[in-house]
Each structure stands twice: as C-alpha cells, then as structure tokens.
C-alpha cells in the first residue's frame, strides 16, 4: 500500500506540492488509486511529491494524539522536509459517516467546519488547525479531499479529476480561479467556513 513518486519539472521553479495519502486506518486502500493517476503531464512546472501511508491506527488528525503516532510523525517529516506551498491530505469515509461530515452543525459538535461535497459523494474542506496554523503560513494552499471508501467509478472520477486540477494550478489565484469554474458555490461556501475558522486565512 505504501508509494512515494517524485515529479520535477524543469528547473524547479513554481509550486512545491505536497499530496500525502491514508493518513489514517485503511484509507490508504483506496487513496492510492487516485495517486496513482496523477502523471508527469498533469504537473506544468514545480514539482510535485506524492506519498501515500501504510495501514496503521486509526487516530483522527483532529486529536492531538495523532501526531504523536507513527503515521502522523511522518506526515509532520514530509511537511517539514519538502516545505510545500500545497499541501493535500486524501481520505476516505465510510457511507454511513456522511452525514457528520457535512453537518451543519460540526462546529459546534467537534470545533471544524463540515466539509463540502463537490459531487458524487467527494467532499472537500481545510486541514486540521493543528498544522494549519503552525506548519503553514496564510499563503500556504492546504486542502482535505474526502472520497468513499471502496468509491464507485463516477466517485473516483470527480476525485482524480479534481487532484489534476490542483496538480495543475501554478498559484492560488490559479487554483481559486480553476476551482470556481467549476464548483463556484461550493468555493464561496469554503471561504465562509475559513473565515470562521481561521478568521483571515483564505479558503484553502
């Protein structure tokens, strides 16, 4: 389950991408499928680092806890040794935790905004505060794709598509601009739920 990839295009001007899959669990089953769709051509300049994690426990990366693990120290080493300007986190969830994810109420519930479904079932939001606002700085494009997990092929589909996307962006105006063609409500919303949380910070 475990995969790493390195993309470096040209002189290594341009973003620092960071896509870090299976955080936690079993989810690394299915991110790697999604990883492994990301090609060469996908990347325009800068470079691109793509790991995807062992199975291990469990731990939600809200609790502290989980940076302690393991898995979660090295989570912290890729971030502290690439220094991404992007940095993506792939997930997968169980059907039946759908409706936590994208509740309403998950604020006040567990202290984060809920995610936001682009479609079929694919869902998007920021990452844990707790590297949010200490491993990256505001400018910083840091992003939690969600997908279910053994996903049907329309749910893979949106998910790979959209990590092109991101591949691809060569700034966050790039990316904001890319992303609202495509999901401009679902981008709006983001920027409410990061302004909530994060007071100022953009919505990536």
């Known amino acids: 389950m475990g995969f790493f990839k390195l993309i470096h295009k040209g002189n290594g001007e341009g ?3 960071l896509f870090i899959g ?3 669990g079993k989810e690394g089953f299915t991110t790697i499928n999604a990883l492994k769709e990301i090609t060469e051509k996908d990347v325009p300049d800068g470079c691109l680092v793509m ?3 062992d199975e291990s426990k469990y731990i939600s990366t809200l609790n502290p806890l989980y940076y302690q693990s393991e898995a979660g120290q090295a989570v912290l080493y890729l971030i ?3 220094k991404p300007d992007m940095y993506i986190e792939l997930h997968c969830y169980k059907k039946e935790n759908f409706d936590s994810l994208t509740d309403l109420d998950r604020k006040k519930k567990i202290g984060v905004p809920p995610l936001i479904e682009l479609e ?3 869902l998007i939001g920021s990452i844990s505060p707790r590297i949010r606002t200490t491993r990256f700085t505001k400018k910083d494009i840091c992003i939690t794709l969600e997908i279910p997990c053994s996903p049907p092929p329309e749910s893979m589909e949106v998910y790979v598509n959209f990590l092109k996307v991101l591949a691809g962006a060569k700034s966050r105006e790039d990316l904001e ?6 999901y401009p409500e679902q981008v709006e919303t983001s920027q409410r739920y990061a302004r909530i949380i994060f007071g100022d910070y953009p919505p990536f």
């Open 15 to 17: 973003l620092k991408r």
């Open 22 to 24: 299976g955080v936690h």
């Open 51 to 53: 790991y995807n994690c």
């Open 80 to 82: 502290d040794h690439y």
């Open 120 to 122: 079929e079932g694919v």
């Open 177 to 182: 601009k890319k992303a609202t063609e495509i």
